[in-house]
């Protein structure tokens, strides 16, 4: 219940970022104060114990559930050229059963993979393939998936990020996917919020705080603490109090736990020092998020 009161009162400030200012500091506190038990499930199992189950899983949302589960088990611990032995494993096995939905969704988490290890064109072209073919059978989650890949990918004007993640809110959330749904949550909160368009960022972030914290998801609750401390980092005007934040953020259980949430914290640290042209210190940062992210290779979304 205390837990719970926190979450609440960290969401309710939040919400008032625009009305006053805002004691940043209690607000690390109250966050940092949150203990969750990130290592409350079972003990770890074998992705290919889990890839035998895939075919018998009946409803496509329980087999998208699974591949997911497959591909994100390692939680990073794969390097870049091993990071696909399981996306083809999958691939192999759905397309064997027929399975076009599946086809679509691991299809388009090879393309994510590839764009983010390297090869953007031969990852959005993978995409854009999948997205194709789930417009043709008219999946709901799996369209939202691919959009939300496209949204993670593309490279440039921000207002096309914003457009993808939008067509994937509004598809995830017609598919009932809440993973996907908090993720583009997340990730038009953080788009916002680095534009400048703190209104945005605010109201998007607050979304995705909602459904988490209504669903008591332990890991996502754990995911949303490090976002909500580098979201209130991003909506600072100096960089000393975006640096407290983004400091704090590494603190969380999570980030300790997860490399690609502190990749793309120190990235953003990397971003402050670069603002303030301390070379060093920006190469520093920026050199440890990129081995954060190629040395333990993740596919879980960053927000």
Request: charged share 20%; proline share 3%; net charge neutral.
């Amino acid at each position: 219940m205390k837990k719970l009161l926190f979450l609440f009162l960290l969401v309710f400030a939040l919400s008032h970022l625009q009305a006053q200012k805002l004691n940043v500091d209690s607000l690390i506190h109250a966050a940092l104060a949150i203990k969750i038990d990130d290592d409350n499930s079972s003990a770890p199992q074998n992705p290919d114990s889990l890839l035998k189950l895939l075919p018998g899983l009946k409803s496509p949302a329980a087999k998208i559930e699974m591949i997911y589960d497959i591909i994100l088990l390692d939680n990073g611990e794969m390097s870049p050229d091993k990071a696909l032995y399981y996306h083809k494993k999958i691939l192999d096995l759905v397309k064997a059963e027929h399975d076009q939905v599946s086809e679509v969704v691991i299809t388009s988490e090879m393309g994510y993979t590839i764009s983010q290890s390297g090869d953007n064109p031969d990852g959005m072209a993978m995409i854009f393939k999948a997205l194709e073919m789930a417009e043709k059978i008219g999946n709901k989650q799996a369209i939202g998936i691919c959009y939300d890949n496209l949204g993670v990918c593309y490279l440039g004007d921000r207002h096309v990020n914003i457009a993808y993640y939008l067509k994937a809110v509004s598809f995830s959330l017609a598919g009932r996917d809440q993973l996907f749904t908090t993720a583009e949550f997340s990730n038009l909160a953080r788009v916002y919020a680095e534009s400048k368009q703190t209104d945005s960022a605010t109201y998007y972030f607050l979304k995705e705080a909602q459904l988490v914290f209504q669903n008591k998801s332990h890991i996502e609750i754990s995911r949303t603490l490090s976002r909500m401390l580098v979201l209130l980092g991003l909506l600072q005007p100096d960089n000393a109090t975006r640096l407290k934040c983004f400091n704090a953020a590494l603190s969380t259980g999570f980030a300790k736990k997860d490399p690609t949430t502190r990749g793309f914290i120190w990235r953003n640290i990397a971003t402050v020092y670069k603002s303030e042209n301390k070379i060093d210190s920006a190469l520093l940062y920026a050199d440890k998020a990129y081995k954060a992210v190629h040395d333990k290779f993740v596919v879980g979304r960053i927000a």
